[in-house]
């Protein structure tokens, strides 16, 4: 039997993500945050969201179903909606240029630990 809320948050997923990886200027604040982050690109000073999610992808748990780029302290951070197999909502922020997880990675290794826990009890 299907899980409509299941089918529902990954259709969102499939197509939030083919959204966001199209460009991250795509969901930049203003026009001068999107030449920002273009030249960061070009400079090397942020790498793309799909590259983000591949090197963040054992420590980021769930699709990702929104997504922003900010400044903060001098860094580009990505900020990580995500749904998790179970349906529960998480943030976690992502360092732009290094792909580190910078806040919510213990809850989201938190969140592994657990679902590992339920694989091994089947």
Do not use: C
Not at 71 to 85: Q, S, T, V
């Amino acid at each position: 039997m299907r899980n409509p809320f299941k089918t529902a948050a990954v259709a969102v997923s499939v197509v939030a993500a083919a959204a966001m990886l199209a460009s991250p200027t795509a969901f930049a604040k203003d026009d001068d945050s999107r030449s920002e982050i273009h030249q960061g690109l070009k400079q090397g000073d942020i790498k793309s969201l799909s590259d983000i999610l591949v090197i963040s992808k054992d420590r980021v748990v769930g699709e990702v179903i929104e997504a922003e780029i900010d400044r903060k302290g001098g860094k580009w951070i990505y900020d990580l909606e995500l749904i998790d197999p179970q349906g529960f909502k998480s943030k976690v922020k992502v360092d732009a240029k290094t792909g580190d997880v910078v806040e919510g990675a213990k809850k989201a290794q938190r969140e592994e630990r657990r679902d590992e826990r339920r694989e091994e009890r089947r």
